[in-house]
């Protein structure tokens, strides 16, 4: 590709047109027998990797290689984007492959946006974003960050896209990622380039090239050049402008990168365009028109030319052009739903049209201007609308409404005062009436709420007395005796009454003393906690199958201790959206339940059923049952009764009343169904979780 190092600038008008067509059909044909090295690379691996004899669609080296070649088809082929994009996804979600499935979403939200289609890119967009960051996928959260915070930027949101850039700058950090730093960096100088604010943009465009001089990538340097040359371009400072962007078209068209030397030929015809040089804005708009015509597919930026070379026709005083590439850009502008690029190629419009002399047609064209204007800046951004409303006169409307509002208000002026005069009165009077009424509302609701503070705090002081009262109940029963039991043998083993050997015969009760020992102080702990609201309920995903197999080991040394077989009948991996502590607790107390109350050689069944979003989980075991009056009574905060197993097992008689407690707290219900001497099924349900790429608890 030619740069301007390589031409000799002639301002004669019958030499330039010469110069130009050949300039252009040399670079026509320059473009068109040049392709992507790294497509051609991509496709290359992917077809020695189908040839090998072991060749799996599904493997992860594929996948990654189909995203990649996905990714390279931006801004030139979007149609190939989406179908490897796809494909890649559909793959990615058959293994699990959660990096394939991140990244095919970004790629995916890439064309929809590009599209204009910002209803299905944006949910793609935060669904890969959400994933990359549940797996700890790091450089596809901070690439997702990127596209995301330059797309709202693009859509004039400048505080939700500073707010992306920085979240992505910290994350960047703690990895030390220098380019996306620089990426990012540049993003919000960029951000404050848009607003005017040049001395901001500088200063972020500083820090954006000290990273790349510790990268050393000629070619991330020349992306920074071609945006500060946009920036000084706005700033009138064409001399840096100049050298900045024809820096950078050297080494894209060393690299062949054309993407961005499409954007860079614009960015030179601005330049001109700036400066009035029609002819030369005209040259390097074409060579960008030509890229965008054999190699780019980025409508973006094609907005952006087809504004800029209406403009430049309208310098030339070729109005049917400036018409043509006006409304081409309109179009475009519509079709992918760029509010800047119906504001720009309108307001071009509206002059074209001005100019004819069409009336009609420019106000309709300023009014859309108008109101465009007004939807894309009235927000909290502090965006600029300066220029803007100066070109088209805006300054001088406002002016005239405000004079014409004041010598309205200065007819009104009398009518005024004498209202103010009138209110006065009346407030006085007012004031006196209403004074009295406001000290007796405010030692009524004075009254009020102290009243209610006293109800509330003897309710406090009832609960906590009761708390305080079962506490001591459940110390002095349930845990006093087994711990005093343990004392006496450890007392008369140490005083001699007792031998060696008869200590051994012991331990196995006395472990199963201390066994239940530990087991209540466990619920002991939950259940005091719980009513103390020290306990906070912390949802998420979990494996109920995990929860369930857990228990069931923890409680198989007691079951098989009494011949007791417990049969888990949960379908294949059940996930719950639920607090992992608080039901596994739930399950370790029913199931011990159901093997303190199952004679010898019983059974016990789990089982789990969907019911519409919640999982139902039972617990059927063949013991001794209960009656209706059990029944109604367990679940109560006021039972305290303990009860024992078939081989007399000890409880604490709180261990439902908890279960009851935590089940609600996780949007739950807990029941029982028994008949006596037959056995008992304990139910409850719990929410399900949502059916996402992640890993289970």
Known sequence: MLSEK?????????????????????????????????????????????????????????IKLLVDLAFSYQYLDSDSLYSVANRAL?????????????????ALGNYHYNKGNREKAMPMFKEALELATEVDDVDSELAILNTLAQNYSFEGNYAEALNLNLRGIDLAREINDQKTLSVLNENIAGLYADQKDFKNALMFYDTVQKFNRNLGNETVDA??????????????????????????????????????LAYAYQVKGDIYLDQEKYKWALYWYDQSDML????????????QLMNGMAKVYFGLENDSLSLVYAKKGLALSKKIKSLQGQIDCSETLYKVHKKKGDNPEALAYLETFKSLSDSLFMDKNKQSLSLLETKLGYEQEKKELIEANEEALAKQRNYIYFSVIILLILSIITFVIRRSENIQKKLNKELKDKSQAVIQREAQLHEINKTNTKLFSIIGHDLRGPIGGLQGILKMFTEGDISTKELVSFIPKLKTDVDNISFTLNNL????????????????????????????????EIAQSKSIKIINQLPENPRIWADNNQIDIVIRNILSNAIKFTPENGLIT???????????????DTGVGMTAEMQRSIFKDSSNITTYGTNNEKGTGLGLSLCKEMVQKNNGEIWVESVPRKGTTFYFTVPKAQNRYQKAS
């Open 292 to 303: 965008f015509k054999h190699q780019i597919e980025d409508d973006r930026i094609q907005i």
């Open 90 to 106: 559909q793959y990615s979600k058959k293994i699990d492959y959660y990096h394939g499935v991140v990244r095919s979403f970004n």
């Open 223 to 260: 992306e920074t050049q071609s945006n500060m040359a946009s920036l000084y371009k706005d700033a009138k400072d064409y001399k840096n402008a100049m050298f900045n962007i024809n820096r950078s078209i050297n080494i894209f068209e060393k690299h062949k990168i054309y993407d961005w």
């Open 525 to 556: 702990l939950s259940w005091g906690l719980n009513q103390l609201n020290g306990v906070v309920t912390k949802p998420k995903r979990v494996s109920l199958s995990y929860l369930v197999n857990n228990n069931t080991k923890l409680l198989s």
């Open 6 to 62: 390589n031409l000799v600038i002639n301002y004669k008008t019958s030499l330039f047109p010469i110069v130009v067509c050949a300039l252009l059909l040399f670079s026509t044909s320059s473009i068109s027998a040049q392709s992507s090295n790294e497509r051609d690379s991509l496709a290359h691996k992917l077809q020695r990797l189908k040839s090998t004899n072991k060749f799996n669609p599904k493997d992860t080296t594929h």
């Open 606 to 620: 789990i089982e789990a059923e969907e019911k519409g979003d919640m999982w139902q989980i039972s617990i059927r």
